[in-house]
């Protein structure tokens, strides 16, 4: 029909809009860094076709004709002339083992012309070495020939050098002198007898020396002594005395386990010694070698002490016990007398002797209190470096103490001072030069003296305390023929 027949009626639409997924389209990534740091260099990034909600999608899908560029040019900083060289490597500088490698590192310029390393980037510079690894180390027991035969004639013996070194390749050019001091566990082999015995001819009198195993060193570190048993048998291995004693072999000789460990504390000695008994040991005290004994080394808690070398006659603490009948008297100016008039009443009193005095090695003061190497001989104990008494009001002290430190290492420092207590005290305080020997007398009605509360009794090494180290590396029984005192000012002298 036609249209014009439909007139009356709204024609109806013969199209409208609709909407499907969208069309993909191209994504781009960042552009690289200059594929060169100086002139004229590239850049490049990643393009792809991405549908919006997915990630990629077939490039067929989006317009080949708009697809951004994938590479461009870039333009650095011009180029300098001047570039680093390296040569090949050279071979690795061990033998075995670990070990590292060199090459020459040149900075060039125009015309591969060698110049100076400041035209050259430094933090471009190739690495002049590098470690390496050859072949595993290896090693064997090298031994000397034989010495010759201890005797003339009967059993006598031999000794060989033994020690244990680096195997070195056929081809190496290292000596084997560059490996001395190797530690024997390196070996693993059995060692080889490094002493034998031999046999030159039969003696007429047919007697020998015989020797036995030499015994572990005596010390588990420094210099020490090792013993074995040398004894004359006939050829029935019976004792025998017809051995020429010239010909005797040594049955001492000096060893050395490792150097010792200079400690500075008794606890460090239980700790890294597994050392548990009292006794005296050297420690390493404010930069000095001193012999401080150390006790209680049972518990965890370890005390050191001073052995006071003069003996306890010089080393005393008095607190007198007469009283003058006369407090406000001094007869025979102020000198002891027994005859005096007084009364020997004083509850106070005491007179106590000094073996050993406590030491805090930090702060090198003497704990006066500590009595534990002590004797009381009379009344009550009194702590070291005190003196008092109730004798008289009238500066007439009769109180005593004595401090004697030759031998010892140490002396009183000037900075100790004693102080009063109690009535009408007076302290008269002597001092020997060099500061070792202390006299002091005290006393008061009733009164006493002690050494000031702010630095107590403090102590400093001695200038001319002697220097140990070399003995502790020497023979030890050496140390049984010498003594250091104040008497040869310091230095080490051979006893008579």
Known sequence: MEDDECKPFPRPRTQKSCRVQRCPIWKANKWTECSVTCGVGTQKRSVFCRLKGTRHVREELCDARSRPAVVQPCQAPECTPYIWVADEWEQCKTSCGDGVRSRTVRCVGPGSVEVGADYCERASRPAPQEPCTTAPCQYGWSTGQWSQCSTSCGVGYQQRFVSCSMVLPPASSHSSSSYSNISDSLCLQPRPQGTRSCVLRECPHTSYWKTGPWSKCSQTCGAGVMQRRVECQNAKSQPSKQCRSAEKPDSQAACKAQECQLLSSCR??????????????????????????????????????????????????EVYGHRLLNPFDCPYNGSRTLDCECRNDYSAAGYTLFNKVRLDLSSLRIIITDLQFSQTLLGRPVPFATAGDCYSAAKCPQGQFSINLIGTGLKVSEATKWTTLGNYVAVKVHRSEDGTRIYGRCGGFCGKCIPQAHNGLLLQVHSWSCDLMPLLTFLPWLLLLLRCSADTGGKWEFLS
């Open 268 to 317: 460090e000695v239980q700790l890294r010694r597994s050392v548990r008994m009292d006794g005296e040991y050297y420690l390493k005290v404010k930069g000095r070698i001193l012999q401080i004994y150390c006790a209680e080394m049972q518990t965890d808690f370890p005390k050191e002490y001073v052995t006071l070398r003069s003996g306890q006659t010089d080393n005393y603490s």
